[in-house]
Each structure stands twice: as structure tokens, then as C-alpha cells.
């Protein structure tokens, strides 16, 4: 599948924001989707995830209770729905789905990236 991200934006510390990654490809419903986030002079790191069904979803500590992960298969798309985000939440998010339908937080096991969308959080 291809993937395209939107949603970035400016925003200030404990506001919200909510990405969403747009899919192409009959295939969508199949794949398990989770959001990275790459921050500046940082590596990039697992968000959160979600099973091909959706009934099961991941969180990075960083951000669980705070990011919900959610899609839509009917509209192939998955969201990132982002409250009382921080100023540590700058970065860039990219999308990726793993065609094994499994959520894990190795990068490696993601076959499809979308092309990532800047989130800038000021204090």
C-alpha cells in the first residue's frame, strides 16, 4: 500500500492535534499501521499501533493516555488523535504498515512508510 500523511501543524503545549494517513491499495485492512515520530538529532521511535482489526492497539509510555490510534478500514485510514501534547512531541510522524498484520516497534518490519508530517509544539 502507499501511505500519505497530513495533520501537522503548530500547536501549543497542551493542546491537540489529529493525524491522519491516508492508504491506497485493497490491501489496507490487512495491514497492522503505527505511527514513529523522529525528532530532530533523534532516532525514530515507535508512537503507537494497531492491529489489522483494529481490536488491539499499542502506546509507547511517552504518550499513552494522552495519543489515541484508531482507523477507519472502509476509508482506509488510520488516525492519531494527539491531546495535552508537549513541547518533547516536536518531531516529525510518519505512518507505516506492516503487511504481517502485527504491531510491532521494530522499524525494520514495516514495509510502507508515508512521507511524514511536522508537528511543532510550543511552550
Known amino acids: 500500500v502507499q501511505l500519505q500523511a497530513s495533520g501537522g501543524g503548530s500547536v501549543q503545549a497542551g493542546g491537540s492535534l489529529r493525524l491522519s494517513c491516508a492508504a491506497s491499495g485493497r490491501t489496507f485492512s490487512s495491514y497492522a499501521m503505527s505511527w514513529f515520530r523522529q525528532a530532530p538529532g533523534r532516532e525514530r521511535e515507535f508512537v503507537a499501533g494497531?492491529?489489522?482489526?483494529?481490536?488491539?492497539?499499542y502506546y509507547a509510555d511517552s504518550v499513552k493516555g494522552r495519543f489515541t490510534i484508531s482507523r477507519d478500514n472502509a476509508k482506509n485510514t488510520v488516525y492519531l488523535q494527539m491531546n495535552s501534547v508537549k513541547p518533547e512531541d516536536t518531531a516529525v510522524y510518519y505512518c507505516?504498515?506492516?503487511?504481517?498484520?502485527?504491531?510491532?516497534?521494530?522499524?525494520?518490519?514495516?514495509?510502507?512508510w508515508g512521507q511524514g508530517t511536522l508537528v511543532t509544539v510550543s511552550s
Open positions: 507505516a504498515g506492516s503487511s504481517a498484520g502485527i504491531v510491532v516497534a521494530t522499524i525494520s518490519r514495516y514495509n510502507s
Open positions: 494497531i492491529n489489522w482489526r483494529g481490536s488491539s492497539t
